[in-house]
């Protein structure tokens, strides 16, 4: 009976080990980083006096980033800029790709001043779209700074 228990517990224990290595084998870096970039699109650029800051958005997903050039969040770099093509440079682990706008569209709008150099929206002469847009992007710039005042409570909070 031993000599066949013996040899049936080498196998079971074989079995018990290599089952969970099958799936969970780990995945090419080369591979992983393609499929990253290759789910990125570039979306914005937001240009604050002499500071550029490129928004990447996932296509599945829908989570968008702004970095600047040499900016990094969640593996993600931006490598360089060209404006005369509007093509940004990103490096995920060892891989780059070059990411075309995805929709290159340049508005120009003229802001009304106050003497403190603030935006005077009393007296900007947005159509009612465009007043609409602006409510509309503010909202979600609410919502990214709420957003980020909860993970960085939360991050504190787990620290402590």
């Known amino acids: 009976m031993s000599r066949i228990v ?12 290599a089952v969970p290595a099958i799936g969970s084998a780990p995945r090419d870096p080369a591979v992983e980083a393609a499929r990253v ?19 990447l958005q996932h296509r599945t997903t829908g989570h ?21 093509r509007e093509v940004v440079e990103v490096r995920y682990g060892a891989a780059r790709r070059e990411i075309a706008m995805r929709e290159a569209k340049v508005t120009a709008q003229i ?9 005077d929206w009393a007296h900007m002469r947005l159509s009612e779209k465009e007043k609409e847009r602006e409510a509309e ?24």
Request: charged share 25%.
């Open 64 to 84: 968008a980033q702004w970095l600047v050039v040499g900016g990094e969040a969640d593996g993600l770099r931006v490598v360089s800029y060209d404006p005369t």
């Open 37 to 55: 970039l290759g789910e990125l699109e570039f979306t914005g650029i937001l240009e604050l006096g002499e500071r550029r800051e490129f928004c």
């Open 6 to 17: 013996h040899p049936l517990f080498v196998a079971l224990t074989l079995f018990v080990v």
């Open 137 to 160: 992007l503010l909202m979600w710039d609410i919502l990214e700074v709420g957003r980020k005042a909860r993970l960085a409570r939360s991050t504190r909070a787990a620290n402590d």
């Open 111 to 119: 802001v009304a001043r106050t003497a403190d150099g603030s935006v």
